[in-house]
């Protein structure tokens, strides 16, 4: 994430054959059928194409460069499941990409093969299932147009538009609408998963909600499990459990018809500790006191962004966007009174520009981050709050980020609305363990192109390291901490210079539901065939 792409989130105020086989009920695309398109591939793309250039580049973090020896390009799932048998039967790693946001190396470590998922990116109402399917290279913008311009729905994933369903919603997914509607996963009626059994044999797999269903372990699996772990996901169905009939347009939640937004900002200028203390503190008591479900807070969703102080004239400041459905009873009064609890008693006084008004779509078209926005060379560290951070932990934030430097003024802390509706669902139904906490942190360091990185790197460690210090570096599960986010990966959390707490990385992402995850993967994956620095291991290991 470079300076450009730091700015932005300021500004922004995310054919069978040969072995391979598929079983079970697959999906028919939206234009399989008479007269429909064929779809795109399969197309293999080695060094010396000019395509593999464009390919290699198409990540949003630019420290990783994957570079394997051909990408595979693929339009359905049955070119999936060749791609991926022909490249187990000659023993190449395999790995895939759907939108290329990984935090970390994960698509490029050790690759031979990497399958690219981008031109399976549809988004459309199945009759025979009753549910949405999302193909796994639809990027959330294009999800959210496709489903409130066709069907007046949406799903509560996140904010950031580049980013595709494939690892999204394997990860768990979370938004802006998740304190009103949950999680992604909670809408997850069925996903289609190409797997390798312990023969090396490819094939297509259907599982879904239904706990009768023999496939019901690989669908649980994927409600917050994460990508990369047992196998190539090439679709999603969506349904509102709790949905009757088939009404398209009632089987997912409705957004809001309009949306009242504001933001509120603070200058570094005349920001003492003791203030910036104040400030945390307020935010943070805020959310322990308006996160339950049903609240009339409930649609209410900000995101406190905290950008280094900068040297020169204009050192910057906090910036705290925030949006509510304008149809709640007295949303302009309860978004002031939000921004005025979060101001109390803070140093150098607020500034809140008029509320503005939106459609939705308009709205959320507006703020969603593209790619282009999204991409650079970063590293970003994540932890779940159940409460407020300590005073010592919002000191150690104003030692990072509250002095100008070379290193201070390309960080930033990063703490989003969460909890409500998120935190009704209990923590087993779903491999999405944490459902308690009300907040959600990232600690970021960004650098260009001209820099190496190591510096930054050093920085946003010891500034993860401190935060969290009396827990040995590392978010453990317990007391104000709900542990990580494991679509924002963090290698650091396996590395035992910088995770001293004796409490394993799985621990940190998966708490309790870890043990299940690996039966999952010994039964999918017995080879193995699926891994990275954070994959679900097998069972032993």
């Not at 054959?17 to 079983?23: D, L, P, W």
């Not at 470590?109 to 031109?119: L, N, P, R, S």
């Amino acid at each position: 994430m470079s300076e450009v792409t730091r700015r932005a989130l300021i500004g922004g105020t995310a054919a069978l054959g040969g072995g391979a086989m598929t079983t079970g009920l697959l999906a028919a695309g939206p234009s399989a059928g008479a007269g429909g398109p064929p779809p795109l591939g399969p197309v293999v793309v080695r060094p010396g194409d000019p395509r593999y250039e464009d390919l290699a580049v198409r990540r949003t973090n630019q420290r990783f460069r994957p570079e394997p020896e051909y990408f595979h390009l693929v339009g359905s799932t049955e070119q999936v499941v060749k791609a991926v048998g022909d490249a187990v039967r000659a023993n190449r790693r395999v790995t895939v990409r759907s939108g290329g946001h990984c935090y970390e190396n994960f698509v490029g470590e050790g690759a031979q093969v990497v399958i690219d998922m981008c031109e399976m990116s549809e988004v459309y109402f199945d009759e025979k299932r009753g549910a949405f399917a999302i193909e796994a290279g639809a990027t959330l913008m294009q999800t959210y147009r496709k489903l409130y311009l066709g069907w007046g729905v949406t799903i509560p994933g996140g904010q950031c538009g580049g980013v595709a369903a494939g690892g999204h919603i394997a990860g768990g997914g979370y938004g802006p609408l998740s304190r009103r509607d949950g999680l992604t996963v909670d809408y997850l009626h069925a996903v289609e998963v190409v797997v390798v059994d312990r023969s090396g044999r490819a094939r297509a797999v259907v599982a879904t909600r239904n706990p009768s269903d023999p496939n019901h372990d690989l669908w649980w699996a994927h409600t917050g499990g994460g990508g990369g772990n047992f196998g190539v996901v090439t679709r999603y169905w969506m349904r509102d459990p709790k949905a009757k009939g088939n009404d398209p347009s009632k089987l997912l939640p409705k957004p809001p018809a309009t949306v009242l937004s504001g933001v509120a900002i603070w200058s570094w200028d005349g920001m003492t500790k003791e203030s910036f203390r104040r400030l945390l503190r307020n935010h943070g008591e805020w959310h322990e006191r308006n996160s339950a479900p049903g609240t009339p807070y409930a649609s209410l969703w900000g995101s406190l962004l905290i950008p280094g102080r900068k040297a020169g004239a204009d050192p910057g400041g906090m910036i705290l966007p925030c949006q509510i459905d304008a149809a709640v009873p007295d949303a302009e009064r309860l978004l002031g009174d939000y921004f005025a609890a979060v101001a109390e008693g803070v140093t150098p006084k607020v500034f809140v520009p008029p509320f503005q008004r939106d459609p939705w779509f308009h709205a959320a078209r507006t703020l969603l981050l593209g790619e282009e926005e999204e991409s650079g060379r970063y590293k970003g560290k994540s932890a779940y709050l159940r409460r407020r951070f300590t005073d010592e932990q919002a000191d150690v934030a104003f030692d990072h980020l509250g002095t100008a430097g070379d290193l201070s003024s390309s960080g930033l802390l990063w703490i989003l609305s969460y909890g409500g509706q998120v935190n009704t669902v209990d923590p087993a139904a779903t491999a999405t363990v944490e459902r308690e906490s009300i907040l959600k942190v990232i600690h970021l360091a960004a650098w260009d192109e001209t820099q190496d990185g190591k510096a930054h790197l050093e920085w946003v460690r010891r500034f993860h390291r401190r935060t969290f210090e009396s827990t040995g570096g590392v978010p453990v599960p317990g007391g104000n901490c709900g542990g990580a986010y494991i679509n924002y990966p963090d290698i650091d959390h396996a590395d035992p210079k910088w995770n001293t707490s004796g409490v394993p990385w799985s621990t940190i992402y998966y708490g309790d539901n870890y043990a299940r995850l690996q039966r999952v993967k010994g039964r999918w994956d017995p080879r193995d065939v699926f891994h990275h620095a954070l994959s679900v291991r097998p069972p032993g290991r």
